[in-house]
């Protein structure tokens, strides 16, 4: 059955935007071409845009709206003046006789095609025809009625809809937009519900959020009804993929599992006049992700399929239903922030003082600075109070708030996670966000300095005043192409994909102990025995971050797998080098639980640390945890390209122990084509250079141990500050002698230290001994790399070959 009215699902494609809106010509699009790629669309059908002009022709509307519209245009009217005499026209209409019989027709055939005559509960939902487009969201302009039940109830949510395209919030969009009200039309979706009341839904993107890394399915997960998370008023579950390897039926590359604290739910109403009702969660599924590994992998293939059809990164949201168990898709949109940046450049902020404490932390938005007075408004009726440049913060944003977000110069809410209104909203303001804080409101006061900082990672700060910062524009348009292969140095896996744009040729250094020590937080011994932990308020500090987990020890596992997983995953198939754990006795002392294990030693930085405590009793038994995170990294999640460094390793007979304790633990060097590398930072590693590279595929030096050990200076002393110099004779003669003499056996050789970055005349000698490989930090990557690039040249142009040439 179709008409002028109505249109299912089944019959529609991209290209009847015009006919039924963005919306729900992608929900067709869907459910007519991509079933056989196993995504489920659930059954509906649209109104038309023909049916939206009728209603307006019929109720008389349209030369009352011209005028309300040329009155606003003019300055004789307000928004809120406009839209609310607009919403009365349109609530007051009556659907045409015909109009309306062919509406309830279409419901009575859903109800019939579910195999019953009992009346389906509907989701109702808006769908413009200048909506959905790659330019421009329109991301809630519009209203969405949920649990509509009955054909009375129906034609009432179908009226509210067509009030809705007159909201105020849409009316400031259209015109910040450009968009011409008159020619803007409105579809009606009417589809079936999914019963996610019973379980959960969330929200899917097919590109990471906030660094625009194509490699990456974002999901935010909540119970009950979507739209808490679309709204941003709780605090959801996230899980973020790695699209390359889905199709690899051996691995599951989930690369974060973060749970989100799912205070309250939306659900089905029982009684009364509202369809949906807000309710507490219980404390197990406060304590419980909503989505198995199945699940979130399933919904990441779709992500990734739907992707390819429409040949664009999108938008989509997803429910699963808690009868059946079946997971939908109920909405997909382009993505219109990420997807329009260009690759060529990169803006870089970073805050001045490093020492600086936040007041709050929450999901970064963004991935800039901002400073400016704190406005803190807790309801929208009183955002007229809003000042231009101040840092909203507020519980949380529904569209009702995009006015003043275009004002101000960042934001910050209690709720919502990075894939809520305010979050979605705030990208395409390019206005940086703090999200899910849970305090903004209660902790910063009216008119506080404040400063908001996206630029450390996922996890976005709030400190209190005005902090200085930097920033930098780095242009990657005609990077050289070098001999040396220039990789980075990262640490820090919520700030790793920030980094994908950067040609760089791998990670030469990751540190696995700024994994433990951020996203961890415990020693690895005081999981294994945790019997042994006196300190009742570290006791109490480790079962709260391990909740959940049965398995003590499975917690670290999975972290530090999830960790190492999101260094490696930017630069895959690339080599990324992880040095195992590299604390010293002090530093380990710190971690939760860890001084009842650790020693007390005179000379930290000489002790117990690096190889010779993978060996040791007090600590084999955590290094065995290490080791069990690589295995999962490379065969379970599937990032084969991570390698493993050994730091700090005395002798060639430590190194032989070293290896064998990883071997007893599956990691055999040369089994699955694992590699293992050697820090080179002792006198004694470049003194039997041979017989470390006939135990280890590769050197990478750290020129700041070197230099320590060479030298006989202290690196942390400042009184001795000037007698630290990687560039004297002696060091320079050890990283030459290296250089020749591993490379002469077959070993690469690299170095991870600052010196190239610090010093020019450092990098030049670098690549005048024919050094492998340099890996420097992030923000001195391109300047490097023009360094290198230039003494290859001359060092080319002297010896009369041609140099490298070109763009990366």
Known sequence: MAGRTIAWFETLGIGDVARVGGKNASLGEMARTLAAEGVSVP????????????????????????????????????????????????????????????????????????????????????????????????????????????????LDACRRCYASLFTDRAISYREAQGFDHLQVALSIGVQVMVRSDLAGSGVMFSIDTETGFPGAVVISAAWGLGETVVQGTVDPDKYLVFKPLLQDARFAPILEKTRGGKARKLVYATGGSARTAMTETTRREQDAFVLEDAEILQLARWAAAIERHYGRPMDMEW????????????????????????????????????????????????????????????????????????????????PDWVPVMKRAAGIVTDHGGPTSHAAIVSRELGVPAVVGTQRATAALRDGQPITLSCAEGDQGQVYDGRLDFAVAELDLSDLPRTRTRMMLNLANPAAALRWWRLPADGVGLARMEFVINSHIRIHPMALVHPDRVTDAAARREIDALTRGFADKTEFFVDRLARGIAKLAAPFHPKPVIVRLSDFKSNEYAHLLGGAAFEPLEENPMLGLRGASRYYSERYREGFALECRAIRRVREEIGLDNVVVMVPFCRSPAEADRVLAEMARHGLERGRAGLKVFVMCEIPSNVILAEEFAARFDGFSIGSNDLTQLVLGVDRDSAELRGLFDERDAAVKRMIADVIARAQACGATVGICGEAPSNHPDFAEFLVERGIDSMSLNPDSFVGTVRRVAEAEARLARDSGRAAPGGAV
Do not use: M, W
Request: one cysteine or more.
């Open 43 to 154: 059954d509906g059908f649209a109104t038309t845009a023909d049916a939206y002009r009728a209603y307006v022709a019929a109720n008389g509307i349209e030369p009352k709206l011209r005028e309300r519209v040329a009155a606003l245009e003019g300055g004789q009217a307000t928004l809120q003046e406009t839209g609310e005499a607009l919403r009365r026209l349109f609530l007051a209409g009556r659907f045409p006789d015909a109009q309306a019989a062919e509406i309830r027709e279409a419901y009575r055939e859903l109800a019939r095609r579910r195999g019953g005559a009992e009346a389906p509960a509907v989701a109702v939902r808006s769908s413009a025809t200048a909506e959905d487009l790659p330019q421009a969201s329109f991301a809630g302009q519009q209203e969405t009625f949920l649990n509509v039940r009955g054909e009375a109830e129906l």
């Open 319 to 398: 429910a699963k239903d808690g009868e059946t168990g079946a997971l939908h898709i109920v909405q997909a949109r382009p993505e219109t922030v990420q997807a329009l940046r260009g690759a060529a450049s990169l803006r870089t902020y970073r805050l001045k003082d490093r020492r600086a404490r936040p007041l709050l932390t929450g999901a970064a938005v963004g991935d800039a600075i901002a400073t400016g007075e704190a406005c803190v408004i807790r309801d929208a009726g009183d955002i007229a109070r809003f000042r231009d440049g101040a840092i909203l913060v507020t519980e949380s944003t529904d």
